[in-house]
């Protein structure tokens, strides 16, 4: 059974930093794209940032020289910093994985992090 657990949540104040981590265990075989995910109240979950095990990255438009995404192959966790935080950054923040379990590509989610940006 594979688990992805999010970590780094929490209230910041406009202009403030985060930095979420998301680690992924279970029988696992190997990770192609791990991304961050949002989604605040009323609106549709939407990609924030993706990246390849082969170190191909994009980030969605309203985030781009504000965060960056990162990732550790050796221990399957990828990582979301979040600088300059904006009050329109707040919603809950979920990982995701593209996984390899030996027979076939599977998605997995983890349980969502709370982020909320207000002075």
């Known amino acids: 059974q594979v688990q992805l657990v999010e970590s780094g949540g929490g209230l910041v104040q406009p202009g403030g930093s985060l930095r979420l981590s998301c680690a992924a265990s279970?029988?696992?075989?190997?990770?192609?794209?791990m991304g961050w995910y949002r989604q605040a109240p009323g609106k549709e979950r939407e990609l924030v940032a993706r990246?390849?095990?082969?170190?191909?990255?994009n980030y969605t438009d309203s985030v781009k020289g504000r965060f960056t995404i990162s990732r550790d192959n050796a221990k399957n966790t990828v990582y979301l910093q979040m600088n300059s935080l904006k009050p329109e950054d707040t919603a809950v923040y979920y990982c995701?994985?593209?996984?390899?379990?030996?027979?076939?590509?599977?998605?997995?989610w983890g349980q969502g992090t709370q982020v909320t940006v207000s002075s």
């Open positions: 990246i390849t095990r082969g170190g191909s990255i």
């Open positions: 279970g029988s696992i075989f190997s990770i192609n794209a």
């Open positions: 995701n994985a593209h996984i390899y379990l030996g027979s076939n590509y599977y998605d997995y």
